[in-house]
């Protein structure tokens, strides 16, 4: 059963991988880290 789940887990993590190496998912990640550093510097304000 923990060979079916890491076999899952890996298989999850490479899609993942592959899926950001993309040029438009890329984008979509950079505007996702700045809006949650901005969020987080209006908090400590």
């Known amino acids: 059963m923990k060979l079916l789940r890491s076999a899952a887990l890996i298989g999850l993590g490479r899609r993942a991988f592959i899926e ?3 040029p438009q998912n890329q984008a979509k ?5 700045a809006k ?3 969020r987080r510097t209006q908090k400590v304000r």
Do not use: D, F, P
Request: proline share 0%; charged share 35%; glycine share 0%.
């Open 36 to 38: 949650m550093r901005n």
């Open 20 to 22: 950001a190496r993309k």
């Open 29 to 33: 990640i950079k505007q996702a880290t």
